[in-house]
């Protein structure tokens, strides 16, 4: 090749890495500066990583966070909520402040899901291939068919069963396997269960509930014999409501391990009251360190930095939060004032 040939494709070559550079700067000032989302910004951050928030030594994408939030306004809008009497409409200026909402509560949801997956990993736990499609598996049982669950996830969310596993499946077992991790290596765990078995012992021997409750159960009910009073299903924890559904007026629950600690739970009674079932229960409550506070302190211990302009870290609270305050205002009375709203509930 003769000098002034090589010469030209040299300028050739660092004029398109030119080009490619100062187009990444222009495409990231865009979505950084001006918060701009449109299709040109959108396909651009599917090839380039723009990071919307660095956790630690990893990041998140704009790419990742734009797609999980195009598959919650997909959601929203192929649901027919109209039978419950409620709407949503994200077309609207204040349903475009509904949605910047949900963005920033999804980038919250991810950061903990990359600290969680982070955390995981330091402890030797690892997430295979094997183990994700095992779970979707036992999924399947849940929800039917490979083909039913394929035909939900596309009309429901736009995804297809990759974006499944990577977006559900793989965070809940990653979270799964590492709050199994600390229960196993912190003493407290084992005290609880050491007192919640001692209390079922006493139960078995014949000691009354009531007793029990109050030797053994902490919190105010404790004082009542660990009397709670009437709930239906809805206000239960999920993991005591399927238990004490299926049990009679009198009867008393195996040991429930839940989100906040274990329960020993008795049907004190049970009626029908505006076309609602209620049931009356006491428990025997021992506590334990909720794995939200362990979040919490994983989120403290690491350098967070936000990037998207309308939103900021606070390491106070240890959550995504908007710089705007009319926004901050907007969420609050939006919260407050419009409990019916579906893109409030869910």
């Not at 195009?70 to 609207?92: H, I, M, P, W």
């Not at 206000?235 to 839940?258: C, R, Y």
């Amino acid at each position: 090749m003769s000098a002034n040939k090589e010469v030209k494709f040299k300028t050739i070559i660092y004029s398109v890495i030119i080009i490619v550079i100062g187009y990444t700067i222009i495409i990231g000032s865009l979505i950084y500066l001006f918060g701009i989302d449109n299709r040109l910004t959108r396909k651009t951050a599917r090839v380039i990583p723009y990071p919307a928030a660095i956790v630690g030594a990893n990041f998140i994408t704009v790419n990742k966070l734009l797609s999980q939030l195009g598959s919650a306004k997909t959601f929203y809008e192929n649901q027919d909520f109209g039978s419950f009497g409620l709407r949503v409409d994200f077309s609207t200026d204040d349903g475009k402040k509904r949605l910047k909402i949900k963005e920033k509560n999804i980038l919250n949801k991810l950061i903990e899901n990359s600290i969680i997956e982070s955390e995981a990993r330091d402890r030797g736990i690892k997430i295979t291939s094997d183990i994700i499609d095992q779970a979707v598996d036992r999924k399947l049982k849940e929800y039917g068919t490979d083909e039913y669950l394929r035909q939900n996830l596309k009309k429901l969310y736009g995804w297809e069963m990759e974006d499944f596993k990577e977006n559900i499946v793989k965070p809940d077992l990653y979270k799964e396997k590492l709050f199994q991790d600390i229960k196993k290596n912190d003493s407290s765990y084992a005290q609880a269960q050491e007192r919640i078995n001692a209390a079922q012992k006493d139960l078995a021997g014949g000691k009354k509930f009531e007793e029990v409750a109050a030797k053994y159960s902490e919190g105010k009910s404790a004082d009542r014999g660990g009397e709670l009073g009437w709930f239906d299903a809805s206000q239960m924890l999920p993991e005591i409501a399927l238990a004490v559904l299926i049990l009679n007026k009198g009867q008393t629950s195996e040991v429930i391990e839940s989100s906040i600690g274990y329960h020993i739970v008795k049907v004190e009674d049970k009626k029908n009251e505006d076309n609602e079932n209620k049931i009356k229960i006491s428990q025997v409550y021992i506590k334990t360190k909720p794995f939200s506070d362990w979040i919490t302190e994983m989120e403290k211990n690491k350098k967070i930095i936000i990037l998207p302009r309308d939103f900021k870290w606070n390491a106070d609270l240890s959550q995504v939060e908007f710089r705007s305050e009319k926004m901050k205002n907007f969420e609050k009375n939006l919260v407050k004032n419009s409990p019916d709203d579906i893109s409030v509930m869910f």
